[in-house]
């Protein structure tokens, strides 16, 4: 501080020793002391505030992106997926047109390769195909239910509860 500052702030101006040869004050090395401690604590301060906007920083910065080498390598393995797939569906379809099954049934089999996957479908379209020949009888003792009761064959029903459920099913006669 020069003197012009210090008179200002109404301190008494201090003369350098080499200023006033005749006028020698002792420093003050108390006030020279807390001076420089408040200027440290200012500056350690300052150094706390960066040091917590850096690391703000630093959390709100998140994941960096993914390098190139990152970026290609999930690239080539999206790519090899999609050929899969595709070469699964081409072998999916010209499997079901052979064997003649639909190609949702052709999907859902775990063969891998042309053969195992033709074999399985073979097994199915087997089972699934049509036994032709005469239509199947029911078993014997079995009562065949008509198509639909008359009103006269339902009025004639004895149990009281079941005369009423088909009268209830049949609504449609008692009109």
Known sequence: MDNATQAQDGQQPQTDPQQGAGEAQPKDYKALYEEAVKESRKWEKRSKDNLAQLNDLKDSKGKPDPTIEERIAALEKEN???KAASARAALVDSVAKATGLDRAIVATLSGADEESLTEQAEAIAAIAKSQGGAP???????KQKPGKPSKKEILGIEDKKERMAA???NIDLFK
Do not use: C
């Not at 199947?136 to 003792?141: K, N, R």
């Open 167 to 169: 009268i209830a099913a």
């Open 136 to 142: 199947l009888v029911p078993e014997a003792g079995i």
């Open 80 to 82: 090899g997926d999609l």
